[in-house]
């Protein structure tokens, strides 16, 4: 259990005791709990067996410090687990439609016992809800609406809530007895945007035949289970609390190889493998790579060896999608895919001036640590009243302070000289409805990065959105596009748009295409990425920061960009400080 994931069983007890109509005094308890624990640069599940270290945190008393203890133990809280028996487990799954909060998910309840998605798809089509308060046609049509957009998404996880399960497991699985090796395959190992499931390989002598029993029992004790599925002598399959179904697989060591091969490509790629392993006169599955004629082993340790004897280079996990890869292995003509460590700085990050948690100097101390050579500030304008958005005065008073903050770093005694470290003026300026930005020209000429975004009107027919966004490309001070399709990964779709329109006139103007490594954006997809490449356009790609804890998500977006086979040189942000401010569109 990590800090997100013990907040987040917080904020959920939260939200039952506010449907349960509790007392507001715990449920802000609750809420500021959350807050301090995702706030905390503490690990809580290192914190648990000394309580009196958890006291430490701000708003955290002695009984909130045993529902941590609770929820790193159990992953659960003992409160939230009374609340949802009273109710159903499916309330919480209310919650995730867009608008639905405990006060209305209170009303449902008191009104019709409604405490699942299936129950108030039925009362809405019944007519049972009809002339309940806030309950009016266009907000059942609403609510319809939010249902059938949340069913398209049904049974799919955001990457990061994968990868979240999946480190949890491993740690837990790589502490039995007799397991060497723990590996995720599947969706997550290809760095799909999401999964619908969790696929895991263990090794070791606790997986060999015969000595399966102690280990399959063990798995099947983990706390974070909420229903078993299956359970045999090779392979466990259940359930987790959050619903996402894992699928364990004990494995003896020398069939690994095999086995990450077939449980990590997508079907299509296992199919073209497996009838190239046929015309070669060798058959492929989860166990070995073998000779037709007589069944012998050609090679099943390693990945490596079973793509060798096929006559093709090893192949990335990212693009294992039938996409060409296969005949680019053939050819040896596998780009050398971009890797975390190419890249030398993030251009897409918030403060406490609007939204974000931490001052200048803590992005920039936190960017530094991570290896980072530069980072641009790019807080809101104004047009984003509800993120305290700047205007033109507190703009430039902000650019003042970026500046100092860049000068002292660059001038600090203990900085290598031939690491200076640059914190670039910047700002994502509001893309408005007529295409025009939120901040005159005056002010957007005193920063370096200027990223123009769309935050709001995303419903907008695809024609206006086209030339809204092409106006704003217009203007010679925008030097990146960010969020260049506004979608949030299974709550909101793209907005309307021409996007090779945009995409060609960006390529055209010098102006690059931000990808947003946030995991619940990965925007642009790894489709419209290859889409941007081929009409010409240059890549950045930045995490969207709010916090210094979120720089450290830039690997899910640099998983997008190589399964869009994006290269090195083909990302300005892999560039020293001074090339990437010489690549980027000149400003006037």
């Known amino acids: 259990m990590n800090n997100p994931s013990v907040a987040r069983l917080l904020e959920e007890t939260a939200d039952l005791l506010e449907i349960d109509g509790g007392d507001s005094f715990r449920i802000r308890s609750y809420r500021r709990a959350a807050e301090a624990v995702e706030q905390s640069t503490a690990a809580i599940a290192e914190l648990v067996e000394t309580p009196e270290r958890l006291l430490e945190i701000p708003g955290i008393g002695k009984g909130m410090a045993a529902n941590l203890q609770a929820a790193v133990r159990t992953q659960s809280i003992p409160l939230r687990d009374e609340l949802l028996a009273r109710y159903s487990p499916q309330i919480l799954e209310l919650m995730k439609l867009p608008g639905m909060g405990p006060k209305t998910v209170r009303l449902l309840w008191d ?10 798809e039925a009362a809405i089509r019944s007519g049972a809800l009809s002339g309940l308060p806030r309950m009016g046609e266009k907000q059942l049509a609403k609510l319809q609406k939010g249902i059938d957009d949340y069913r398209k998404s049904s ?8 990868e979240e399960a999946w480190l949890a497991l491993r740690s837990f699985l790589a502490a039995q007895p007799g397991v060497e090796t723990v590996t995720a395959a599947g969706s997550l190992r290809r760095g799909r945007e999401t999964a619908g499931d969790l696929d895991i390989l263990v090794t070791g002598s ?3 035949p015969g000595a399966t029993t102690a280990l ?5 004790a983990y706390p974070g289970i909420r ?25 003896p060591a020398v069939s690994r190889g095999a086995a990450l091969q077939y449980f990590t490509g997508s079907k299509m790629h296992n199919v073209a493998l497996r009838q190239r392993a046929l015309r070669m006169g060798y058959t492929l599955n989860e166990w070995a790579l073998a000779r037709v004629d007589d069944g012998s082993v050609v090679a099943s340790e390693t990945e490596e060896a079973i793509y060798a004897a096929l006559e093709l280079d090893w192949i990335p996990p990212e693009l294992r999608e039938n996409l060409g890869e296969l005949e680019a292995a053939q050819t040896h003509s596998l780009p050398r895919l971009i890797t975390l460590e190419d890249l030398r700085g993030d251009l897409h990050m918030h403060t406490h001036a609007t939204d974000g948690h931490n001052s200048i100097h803590e992005m920039a101390e936190a960017a530094c640590a991570r290896g980072y050579s530069y980072i641009a500030i790019t807080d809101h304008s104004k047009n984003l009243a509800m993120t305290n958005g700047l205007n033109e ?27 200076r470290f640059r914190v670039f003026t910047g700002i994502e300026v509001d893309i408005l409805a007529d295409g025009s930005l939120d901040l005159p020209d005056a002010v957007l000429a005193e ?18 959105m086209t030339e809204r966004i092409l106006r704003a490309i217009e203007n010679p001070y925008v030097r990146i596009l960010g969020h260049g399709t506004g979608r949030l990964l299974l709550r909101r779709e793209p907005y309307e748009l021409d996007l090779p329109a945009v995409l060609r006139r960006c390529a055209e103007l010098g102006v690059a295409i931000e990808h947003n490594a946030a995991p619940e954006r990965l925007d642009l997809c790894d489709r419209d990425l290859r889409l941007a490449l081929e009409l010409g356009c240059r890549l950045v790609i930045n995490t969207d920061a709010h916090d210094t804890r979120h720089l450290d998500k830039m690997h899910f977006g640099i998983r997008q960009l190589r399964r869009a086979w994006v290269t090195r040189e083909q990302v300005l942000n892999t560039l020293t400080a001074e090339e990437l401010l010489a690549a980027l569109r000149p400003r006037n």
Request: net charge negative.
């Open 206 to 208: 606790a997986c060999e």
């Open 216 to 220: 399959v029992e063990s798995v099947a």
């Open 447 to 464: 920063m370096e990065i200027v990223i123009a975004s769309v935050h709001t009107g995303l419903q907008m027919p695809r024609e206006a």
């Open 111 to 120: 009104a019709a016992q409604i405490a699942s998605i299936d129950a108030l």
């Open 227 to 251: 229903d078993l599925i299956a359970r045999g002598e090779n392979k466990i399959s259940f359930y987790l609390h959050n619903s996402l179904q894992v699928d364990v697989r004990l494995l």
């Open 393 to 419: 005065e507190r703009a430039l008073e902000h650019v003042a302070r970026i500046r100092a903050v860049d000068h002292a770093l660059g001038h600090a005694p203990n900085l290598d000289a031939n690491r």
């Open 155 to 162: 049974g799919r996880f955001r990457i990061d809530h994968v």
